[in-house]
């Protein structure tokens, strides 16, 4: 590991004007992932700002509507706190299937946001990756692609986001708050991080503190579940995830929403699909017709392929769950 400064503060203005002074600069949360990647060379800020001290670390009604929860709020403590357990269950269902509990313990909410992806090919500083080094090439496409992206890829770079919780917080149009030196202003979570296109390492255009998540008030959000698939039984990524929820009248589906994780770079929103469900019959033949119209959009490697099955299987089991029709 390269040597680097280290900066702790405790009041929000502090921490901005940290990063100002420290053009190389980077906030430090719980540091989970951020320094791993520091540990492999992946990452080299010059300095480390240690944000972990912010009043930022409660979960409280929003003054707007709904719940605000603070960007330094532990994901065991976001799992367990009785408002989301009850009101938002698909937010506690998807950080209690994501690392082990002591990790838990220490990641903070804003860092889960910020990850990066876990393809080998970035995480490995000896191998060529856009996403790291922009021009050195995408060798996943041609290499170890099985748990990379189906949708929204790039000839640049196949990276997915590992974050369970954003698959869940996208499901809910939640909004990232960011505290720049114009104030802290809301971002739609589906806008917060980009597609990869031609540029896979600009990760998102929005640049700041990350105080909090907000949450809309929803009955729909009660009816939310989170379901992953990995590999092994614990402490993995998952290679396909859903969050959902539905409501139903008459047997017609009224509201419906859908988002996908480990197939793209960001949280799949899958608004075609939705829109495709709302206003028609439940049935599970249109919830998989629905999930094959999402998946026009496909661009599966030999070695991923399999994702569009698992994606749907997921989906339409999920579906016919909530809405009252699995056997």
């Given amino acids: 590991m390269r040597s680097f400064g280290y900066v702790s503060v405790s009041e929000p203005d502090a921490a901005l004007a940290a990063l100002a002074a420290h053009p ?29 001290r912010l009043p930022f670390d409660r979960i409280e009604p929003d003054p707007a509507g709904g719940v605000r929860i603070g960007g330094a709020v532990r994901n065991s403590d976001l799992a367990a706190d009785p408002l989301i357990r009850q009101a938002y269950p698909a937010v506690a269902q998807a950080v209690l299937s994501g690392a082990s509990g ?3 313990n220490l990641a903070t909410v804003a860092g889960n946001l910020m990850q990066r992806t876990r393809c080998p090919y970035f995480m490995d500083a000896s191998k060529p990756c856009n996403k790291r080094e922009p021009g050195s090439g995408c060798p996943a496409r041609a290499g170890e692609h099985h748990n990379l992206a189906i949708l929204g890829a790039s000839a640049a770079c196949i990276a997915t986001s590992p974050s369970d919780l954003a698959v869940a917080l996208a499901a809910l149009d939640a909004e990232v708050l960011l505290l720049t030196e114009a104030g802290e202003t809301a971002v739609p979570i589906s806008q917060f991080r980009r597609l990869p296109g031609a540029a896979p390492d600009r990760e998102t255009d929005y ?28 402490y993995a990524f ?52 629905a999930v094959e119209l999402e998946l026009l959009a496909a661009d599966p490697l030999p070695g991923n392929a399999y994702k569009t099955t698992l994606i749907s299987n997921l989906t339409v089991d999920l579906l016919s769950r909530l809405t009252g029709l699995a056997a």
């Fill in 102 to 104: 002591q990790l838990r």
């Fill in 207 to 234: 640049h700041g503190l990350i105080t909090g998540i907000r949450l809309p008030d929803s009955l729909l959000a009660q009816r939310m579940q989170y379901r992953k698939v990995r590999e092994r039984a614990s």
């Fill in 24 to 52: 190389q600069a980077e906030f430090l949360g719980g540091g989970t992932n951020l320094v791993d990647l520091m540990k492999l060379g992946v990452r080299r800020p010059g300095v480390l700002i240690d944000v972990s």
């Fill in 238 to 289: 998952a290679i396909g995830s859903v969050a959902a929820a539905a409501t139903v009248a008459d047997g017609v589906i009224t509201d419906c929403r859908i988002a996908w994780g480990a197939v793209a770079a960001v949280p799949w929103r899958a608004r075609q699909a939705e829109q495709y469900l709302i206003g028609h019959p439940a049935e599970p033949d249109r919830f998989r017709a």
